[in-house]
């Protein structure tokens, strides 16, 4: 499989030696030093390309792949704003698009049980749920793309709260997210159920990027060959 990074950090990087221990090829390579190289790729020289980048380049990267053929596996956050854009223009294209906040298979699992807990916690109003993400301090975007989607778990399940704030507890009707910024920390995240008698926590805590870039590598794999918009639900048949 020709794979095409966009994305060359730790991640792309990460996910170019897992992809060629297992026999792929990559068939390029692109970051901000030479974005322009992205229209070198197209459908007969690249088969799937693993978008891992900026908020404000990832809707453009997408956008690029979906109107060229190509598949696209996207852990960009920070741009979910335009998501329902990139949805349309894959319906449109008759592309395949999958995206993740975070492509863990342990993480999603996490995400899976953090639901159900919801679901039940929430019929226990003396409870305060919060959820605290900390990450790497090069993590650009808060709350993390993660830490968001733990979020939106637990709203599906909670009619009481209105919606997530960020680093702000002072509206009992938010799910507060805190976000913490600290020296090589790959990810945690915490979600907490706090009463004056007693604490529940579900968290998850990344050791290495390995996990990321393999979820990431699996997803392009399943993709090929797809049409479609999909998420680690769909794939790890979570629904």
């Not at 690029?64 to 920070?78: A, E, F, K, R």
């Not at 706090?194 to 993709?223: K, N, T, V, Y």
Request: aromatic content about 10%.
């Amino acid at each position: 499989m020709r794979i095409l990074l966009i994305g060359y950090g730790k991640m792309g990087k990460t996910i170019e030696q897992m992809a060629l221990d297992k026999g792929h090829q990559i068939a390029g390579t692109v970051d901000n030093t030479n974005a322009e190289t992205l229209a070198n790729y197209k459908a007969d020289n690249t088969d799937v390309a693993i978008e891992f980048t900026h908020p404000e380049a990832a809707f453009s990267n997408i956008s690029y792949c979906l109107q060229h053929n190509i598949p696209v596996v996207s852990g960009s956050t920070g741009w979910l704003d335009k998501f329902d854009e990139a949805k349309a223009l894959c319906q449109k294209n008759k592309g395949a698009f999958f995206y993740a906040s975070n492509y863990s298979v342990g993480v999603n699992l996490f995400f899976h049980f953090n639901e159900y807990i919801a679901s039940k916690m929430q019929e226990y109003k003396e409870y305060q749920v919060s959820i605290r993400e900390i990450h790497h301090l090069q993590k650009v975007d808060k709350p993390s793309g993660t830490g968001i989607t733990a979020a939106e778990g637990i709203l599906s399940n909670y009619p009481a709260l209105s919606g997530w704030s960020s680093d702000d507890a002072s509206d009992s009707e938010k799910l507060n997210i805190i976000s913490e910024r600290e020296p090589e920390v790959v990810g945690t995240h915490i979600v907490t159920y706090s009463s004056d008698i007693d604490q529940i926590e579900l968290g998850h805590i990344a050791h290495s990027r390995a996990g990321f870039a393999g979820g990431a590598l699996m997803a392009a794999e399943w993709l090929v060959g797809k049409q479609g918009v999909y998420g680690m639900k769909d794939m790890l048949n979570l629904s």
